[in-house]
Structures are given as structure tokens and as C-alpha cells.
């Protein structure tokens, strides 16, 4: 999709084409008809990047042709290119911006897509490696979190034996963690209590890694919280 686009500069009118307002997710009379009604389509990251890129080209450093998003109001993200020519009176004050807008959506996701795929191969590669070039059990676990950790970006990794809500106790047999955050040394046995249970047993039942926290699939527990001052984190049983 196509959509054209012409601003008055001068008298701060905004004339959209029937593509522009499918662009945005838009129905004819959502739109003010103004740049004010514009910028507030824009992703909230991108906005001080557009109006940069539009003061440059009212002063003349450059046509204005960014890549941005757009959110519509149904909450999803649009990824757009523009380009435009500006026209000016004699003495070069800016008078009209005419210009298109096209959707590179797809083409940003199949992108991240790529990226995705990429990354993950790396991620695969760099925990390979560490799992074999460790000479004992206790350095192949040091090595496999401290990747683990390179690898998400978190605060801390660590892995936990048994994944089991029926035995009576558990331990964190290794962890790695960023300067700052503290680390448990392994060894300490935790007994198993009812809220850590029903998280052992979702983990055990999911197929996929599970989100705990204020955002995520479910809460974390009062025991991580107490025990290892846990606000968010992602789990899997291996």
C-alpha cells in the first residue's frame, strides 16, 4: 500500500489519500487533518526521531524520508517508510510537504525473523561449545549458566534439582550471576512448601519456557521472593 499525503505548512492542514488512512488503521473522520493528529499516531520512541527528521527538512538540510512506527488503536505496531519533497517561496520559507508513505511491516518482520533464527543458531553453538570443552560435571555447568547468561542478558541463571512437587526438599545446584546480584553457592537444601510445588508441577506440564511475574503468565512465588529476591524470571525443565 501506497498512501499519499500533503501538508500545508503554512496553515497546518494535513490531506491524507484513502490508502494514508488504511495505513494507520484509520477511518476518514478518526483524523484531526493536522500534523498534531499525525504525531499522535507515531510510536511513542519514534516521535522525537520524526520531528527531528521534519525540522531538518523545513530548514533545508534534508528531505524528509524516515523509517518509523506507527501504533494503531487496536494496539498493533506499523512499521512505515516515508519520502517527500518540500516547497518553498522565494526567500525559502517552507510552504507545502508533499509526500508517500508505504508499509515495510512484512518486511521488518521477516527481518526479526531472520535475526531470530540467527541468534538462536549462535546461542545453540556457544552453549555446545561450553559443554565440551569443560574437563568435569562441576566446570560444564559453570560454563553452559555463565553462556546462558551472556546469552538472555538476564541478572542471574541458575538450575535447580530435583524439578520434581512431590519429592520434600530441592537445591540450586549451580548459578552464575552479574556483579551486584547474589549468588547462591549450591548445596543448601530448601524444603518443598505448597506455592513452590505448583510451580514445579506447571513447569513439568508446559512445553515451553514459562514467564513468572507482574507481567508474565503467572506470579512469582512468595518463596523466590523471600528466598532469592525475585521480581521476574523465565523457567524450564530440562
Given at each position: ?46 516521535k ?44 525559502g ?16 518482520r ?5 535475526l ?14 561450553a ?18 547468561l ?62 513468572f ?18 521480581q ?7
Amino acid at each position: 500500500i501506497i498512501g499519499v499525503w500533503d501538508w500545508d505548512v503554512v496553515h497546518n492542514e494535513l490531506f491524507w489519500d484513502a490508502s494514508m488512512y488504511r495505513l494507520y488503521g484509520k477511518r476518514e473522520g478518526e483524523f484531526g487533518g493536522a500534523y498534531e493528529a499525525w504525531a499522535a499516531a507515531v510510536h511513542p520512541d519514534d516521535k522525537d526521531f520524526v520531528e527531528r527528521e521534519i525540522q531538518a527538512a523545513l530548514r533545508g538540510e534534508r528531505e524528509y524520508a524516515p523509517e518509523f512506527r506507527v501504533v494503531w488503536s487496536d494496539g498493533s505496531v506499523h512499521h512505515l517508510k516515508a519520502a517527500s519533497r518540500t516547497s518553498r517561496d522565494v526567500a525559502g520559507k517552507p510552504l507545502r510537504m508533499v509526500g508517500i508513505n508505504y508499509d515495510q511491516t512484512e518486511i521488518k518482520r521477516a527481518e526479526q525473523e531472520r535475526l531470530n533464527h540467527l541468534h538462536f543458531l549462535e546461542s545453540l553453538d556457544r552453549v555446545n561449545r561450553a559443554f565440551q570443552g569443560a574437563g568435569d560435571l562441576h566446570a560444564m555447568l559453570g560454563d553452559v549458566l555463565q553462556e546462558v547468561l551472556a546469552i538472555f542478558a538476564c541478572d542471574r541463571v541458575g538450575l535447580v534439582n530435583p524439578c520434581d512437587p512431590n519429592v520434600k526438599s530441592w537445591q540450586v545446584m549451580a548459578q552464575r550471576a552479574r556483579p551486584g546480584y547474589g549468588v547462591e553457592e549450591g548445596g543448601t537444601v530448601y524444603p518443598m512448601n505448597p506455592d513452590r510445588r505448583q510451580t514445579m508441577a506447571r513447569i513439568l506440564a508446559a512445553s515451553l519456557p514459562l514467564r513468572f511475574g507482574p507481567l508474565a503468565d503467572f506470579p512469582v512465588t512468595p518463596t523466590s521472593t523471600r528466598l532469592f529476591q525475585i521480581q521476574s524470571m523465565m523457567t524450564q525443565a530440562i
